[in-house]
């Protein structure tokens, strides 16, 4: 039982560039969200999926497009990569019935050049 | 729009000292207050409050709500160098399926 994992651990991009960081958890929860933290400001909800075939907005959507593959699967795309969105991405994921307990993911740290 | 604050923003203490950590929040529909404790990587939850006055006990970690002044401290007593992190707050609402985070208090425990 993995948990939640997250694909890269570390990237480097240039301004422009895309790129899809992956997440997937095997403890079967219904809701992922996807965060980013950067220092001083906490986490953010970027996007979130509430169930299989649903996703929505949280508060810093712009610049991000989300895919709910499957139950297991949430993926965050960045399609044109900015210096401003260098940061931590957090995935994370919960149950139906508690869904305040989070599980997160290690993160990915993100560099855009 | 909903807000969660957390103060002080970053403090060092010595071991053994005691820490209070405190996160007021403004949110319409409230359900619950969550603590987070976060060292290199992902936050690991620690506390979840519902009801308020109703202290909550892990070790050397406790946590109490205060619906009425919407706030919340953590306490932690006897620190030691591994409780240096950064603490989180969030607080979940009862329409809607997310958490909305402070923005941490970094603690730092020196030997």
């Known amino acids: 039982n993995a948990g939640v994992t997250q694909t890269p651990k570390f990237q480097v991009l240039k301004t422009g560039q895309s790129m899809t960081l992956q997440c997937a958890q095997d403890m079967n929860h219904n809701s992922m969200y996807w965060y980013r933290q950067d220092p001083g400001m906490g986490l953010r909800l970027i996007y979130y999926?509430?169930?299989?075939?649903?996703?929505d907005k949280g508060e810093v959507p712009n610049g991000y497009n989300v895919s709910r593959l499957n139950k297991r699967e949430f993926s965050l795309r960045l399609e044109s990569a900015a210096p401003s969105q260098t940061s931590v991405y957090f995935c994370a994921s919960t149950v139906p019935l508690l869904q305040e307990t989070q599980y997160f993911g290690p993160g990915t740290r993100l560099l855009v050049l | 729009e909903d807000k969660v604050v957390q103060s002080p923003l970053s403090l060092v203490v010595h071991e053994g000292d005691t820490v209070t950590l405190n996160c007021s929040y403004e949110?319409?529909?409230?359900?619950?207050l969550l603590w987070y404790k976060q060292e290199k990587k992902a936050p690991t939850f620690l506390f979840m409050l519902t009801s308020s006055g109703i202290e909550k006990k892990s070790g050397r970690l406790s946590s109490i709500l205060d619906k009425k002044e919407l706030f919340s401290i953590l306490n932690i007593t006897a620190t030691q160098t591994g409780d240096s992190a950064i603490y989180l707050c969030?607080?979940?609402?009862?329409?809607?399926?997310?958490?909305?985070f402070g923005g941490g208090t970094r603690v730092l425990v020196k030997p």
């Open positions: 949110v319409t529909n409230f359900r619950s």
């Open positions: 969030a607080v979940f609402k009862a329409a809607g399926n997310k958490l909305t």
């Open positions: 999926s509430a169930s299989e075939g649903t996703t």
